[in-house]
């Protein structure tokens, strides 16, 4: 008898607990992240005692869905290459005849959107931090970040991690054009933010 079919925008933990054990039985599902989101699932797993991002999506026809996907994949897999710091890394990928899915480490702490982040936006400190941080990635070849507070997560050594590169190019799959377009867009986002706290000190 064949399993019945799960749909990742399912509301029931139960569901979604049977669906982390189908992508794989040695994941424990403990809570939905995200639970708004309709493409892709994001899911707070156990994996060996130590607690995981599971992000998965079914497979389907659907041409966006698939680019960025891959976009986080591939970025993934260069944070991996260079060793980078402060941005979550790719554990393992999955694939099943239903559904495509990562593992990625988990940043304990208080993601950036719970918190008053048009105030931290207009902070030196904190510009100082994410343009370091979007500095290291560009250097590693990744561009097109797309800040949205939800990606940030701050530690409680105050310091900042990238845990979504959903939107993320790497240059040698984007070509260099385009990876420079998307670097230099960028670059204007983290200088608007330091001339609007220069205003505000």
Same mark, same amino acid.
């Given at each position: 008898m064949q399993d019945q079919h799960i749909s990742i925008n399912t509301q029931s933990s139960d569901e979604l607990s049977q669906l982390v054990e189908k992508i794989d039985p040695g994941l424990r599902?403990?809570?939905d992240l995200h639970?708004?989101?309709s493409s892709c699932r994001t899911l707070l797993v156990d994996h060996d005692g130590e607690e995981q991002i #599971?992000? +998965?999506?079914?497979?389907?026809?659907?041409?966006?869905?698939?680019?960025?996907?891959?976009?986080? %994949?591939?970025?993934l897999?260069?944070?991996?290459?260079?060793?980078?710091?402060n941005v979550t890394h790719l554990v393992e990928e999955f694939r099943t005849d239903e559904?495509?899915?990562?593992?990625?480490?988990?940043?304990k702490g208080t993601p950036l959107n719970t918190l008053d982040h048009?105030?931290?936006?207009?902070?030196?400190?904190?510009?100082?931090?994410?343009?370091? #941080?979007? +500095?290291q990635l560009h250097l590693a070849?990744?561009?097109?970040?797309?800040?949205?507070?939800?990606? %940030?997560?701050?530690?409680?050594?105050?310091?900042?991690?990238?845990?979504?590169?959903?939107?993320?190019?790497?240059n040698t799959e984007s070509g260099i054009q385009l990876f420079s377009q998307e670097m230099r867009a960028d670059s204007r986002f983290i200088n608007k933010l330091e001339k609007k706290a220069r205003k505000a000190a």
């Open positions: 599902f403990i809570k639970p708004t989101a #599971l992000k +998965l999506r079914e497979l389907s026809n659907n041409v966006w869905d698939d680019t960025y996907f891959f976009y986080e %994949i591939h970025a897999q260069r944070v991996s290459e260079r060793n980078l710091s559904y495509h899915a990562i593992l990625k480490t988990y940043a048009e105030r931290l936006l207009r902070d030196p400190e904190f510009i100082k931090q994410l343009d370091a #941080l979007y +500095l070849g990744i561009a097109k970040i797309h800040f949205q507070p939800r990606k %940030i997560v701050i530690g409680s050594d105050d310091e900042l991690t990238l845990v979504d590169l959903s939107t993320c190019v790497v």
